[in-house]
């Protein structure tokens, strides 16, 4: 397994390219389900969740192509399986989206349950609830969901909690439901749009995206569309983070400043200059040590908690104390006794960590197990003194398109080496 070696100390310096967002376009390909004709795809990032979505669509039999810009044609004229399997399932809980879509458009699906992961028990209660609200008959057997119906009903969903691909689903599903739809206490999160936008080019009638009431009208069939994906923002948020962590200036290019509002916010309070364009940001910290920051994660449009790990980065070296509160999942703070063992002053009390930062880190071989809180520890590594080595990166390649070569680009000292 490869591991990620950084030798801290380098500030950022220099511009990179924004990828297109992993939270978009895993459900825009669970979408294509939904579609009579080729759909293309355009802006995927290279990452590893993308290729397990391509996977499993393959196992069902949908037919996939890619071409040289990596965009991704999906034609499931061939699909001959509804089934997604445990193996899958297991190590990438978002092919819970093919539910929705494979249920709405073909009248079955069976799905395995995801079950707990790093970050909290994350039960899938509310895609179920939704899905039988709207006439679906519901079974979870030998760990399976197993859905059946012979067209699913418009109805109205007043969901308990905002939940992301809760909302995907049940809005996938929805599209070639009889009648209206109305979902209210919706997610309002950038991706949740941006699916709502491509369904509509495939010829669904959804409005109210970016609201908490989603309302949608039921069609006869999608067809075909091209579609491209939003830039994401946490990446985005991800490289800020890194350039003020260091003391750097960086510009990224392709980009959306427009839904980066919280973040960009808390940014300007650890004392970064911000400058913004229509596709791109720009972040200098003037060489000055960042400020520590106090903030509370909470769905969009608040501070967003894909972005919680990365902020503990910047508090435990940050001029002052801070706190970070989690509220969205239960155990979300794995980076946090792995911080320590980089010599972070930082203690968590209930869904709070609460740092004093310290000038420098120390260099150590740490590791994560989910995705955030790993990126969270590269950071980390470029303001330790020594080596940080940084194992199972297998999660960063997860959400983060080749991020050793855009974090040496902007001058940082690291390489992926073979274990
Ligand atoms: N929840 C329930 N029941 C449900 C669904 C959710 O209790 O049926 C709870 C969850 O346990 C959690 C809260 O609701 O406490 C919110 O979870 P949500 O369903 O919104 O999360 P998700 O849809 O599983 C997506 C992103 C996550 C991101 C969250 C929150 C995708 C593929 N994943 O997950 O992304 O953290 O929304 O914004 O869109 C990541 O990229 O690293 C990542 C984990």
Redo the contacts with the bound molecule.
């Keep these: 397994m490869d591991k990620l070696i950084i030798s801290g100390g380098e500030a950022l310096h220099g511009e990179i390219r924004i990828s297109g967002a992993?939270?978009a376009v895993?459900?825009i390909m669970a979408a294509t389900l939904l579609a009579d004709s080729p759909v293309t795809i355009r802006n995927v990032p290279h990452l590893h969740?993308v290729t397990t979505t391509m996977e499993l669509l393959g196992q069902m039999g949908v037919h996939l192509t890619l071409n040289e810009n990596m965009d991704i044609e999906v034609d499931t004229s061939t699909i001959n399986s509804l089934y997604a399997p445990y193996d899958l399932v297991r190590t990438m809980?978002?092919s819970?989206?093919v539910l929705g879509p494979m249920l709405s458009r073909f009248g079955r699906a069976d799905v395995s349950l995801p079950g707990g992961c790093a970050?909290?028990?994350?039960?899938?209660?509310?895609?179920?609830?939704g899905l039988q609200a709207m006439g679906a008959d519901v079974e979870v057997i030998n760990g399976y969901i197993k859905a059946r119906v012979d067209r699913l009903k418009g109805t109205k969903l007043v969901m308990?909690?905002?939940?992301?691909?809760?909302?995907?689903n049940l809005m996938m599903a929805a599209t070639l439901a009889d009648g209206v739809t109305i979902i209210e206490n919706a997610?309002r999160?950038p991706?949740v749009t941006d699916l709502a936008n491509c369904l509509n080019c495939m010829g669904a009638k959804i409005s109210g995206a970016g609201t908490d009431t989603l309302v949608i009208e039921g069609v006869e069939r999608l067809s075909g569309t091209e579609y491209k994906v939003l830039p994401d923002r946490?990446e985005t948020g991800s490289y800020l983070v890194a350039a003020a962590i260091t003391g750097g200036h960086v510009k990224l290019k392709d980009t959306r400043p427009d839904i980066m509002d919280a973040v960009l916010q808390a940014l300007q309070e650890a004392g970064a200059d911000i400058t913004i364009g229509e596709d791109w940001i720009e972040l200098d910290m003037h060489g000055k040590r960042a400020t520590a920051v106090n903030v509370q994660t909470a769905?969009?449009p608040a501070f967003?908690?894909?972005m919680q790990a990365q902020f503990t980065a910047l508090n435990v070296v940050a001029e002052g104390a801070g706190t970070i509160t989690e509220t969205?999942?239960?155990n979300r703070f794995m980076h946090v006794q792995e911080m320590q063992r980089m010599g972070a002053q930082i203690t968590l009390k209930g869904n709070t960590a609460i740092s004093t930062g310290v000038k420098r880190l120390t260099g150590a071989p740490v590791m994560a197990t989910?995705?955030?809180a790993s990126a969270s520890l590269v950071l980390a590594g470029l303001v330790a003194d020594g080596e940080t080595s940084i194992g199972r990166i297998y999660h960063i390649d997860r959400?983060y398109e080749r991020i050793e070569e855009k974090l040496a680009q902007l001058g940082a000292n690291i390489r992926r080496v073979p274990a």
């Design positions: 992993k939270n895993l459900p969740d809980r978002s819970i989206l970050i909290g028990s994350r039960p899938v209660n509310l895609h179920i609830k308990d909690l905002v939940t992301v691909t809760g909302t995907e997610a999160e991706e946490i769905p969009y967003p908690t894909d969205v999942f239960e989910d995705l955030r959400g």
